[in-house]
Nanobody
Framework: VQLVESGGGSVQAGGSLRLSCAAS????????MGWFRQAPGKEREGVAG????????YYADSVLGRFTISRDNAKNTLYLQMNSLKPEDTAMYYC??????????????????WGQGTQVTVSS
């Protein structure tokens, strides 16, 4: 499966962005999906995860209440709505797909497919 992110950009603190991740193929609906981010000099970290049927969502404590993950299986698309953005949210954001539901959604190594990333920059 191929994953292509879009929607990144530069915003001021307090602003909003909506990231999208378009997936190819006809197996998207069977994958557990996640959003990750990586800032310069830091490790890649989990931001949010969502089960195949959207029934269960997971969030990092740092984004809880500000970010919302969702998916549209009919459109093969994953979303991340980001509100109240902070400078510390600045990073490259990646979507990822796991063939098997990960025991711990934020573990990078449990994902099988990755997009190329989209840059989010938040200025103060």
């Amino acid at each position: 499966v191929q994953l292509v992110e879009s929607g990144g950009g530069s915003v001021q603190a307090g602003g909003s962005l909506r990231l999208s991740c378009a997936a190819s193929g006809d197996t998207y609906s069977t994958y557990f999906m996640g959003w990750f981010r990586q800032a310069p000099g830091k490790e890649r970290e989990g931001v949010a995860g969502i089960s195949t049927g959207s029934g269960i969502t997971y969030y990092a404590d740092s984004v809880l209440g500000r970010f919302t993950i969702s998916r549209d299986n009919a459109k093969n698309t994953l979303y991340l709505q980001m509100n109240s953005l902070k400078p510390e949210d600045t990073a490259m954001y990646y979507c990822a797909a796991a063939v098997r539901p990960p025991r711990l959604w934020y573990i990078v190594q449990l994902y099988n497919y990755w997009g190329q990333g989209t840059q989010v920059t938040v200025s103060s």
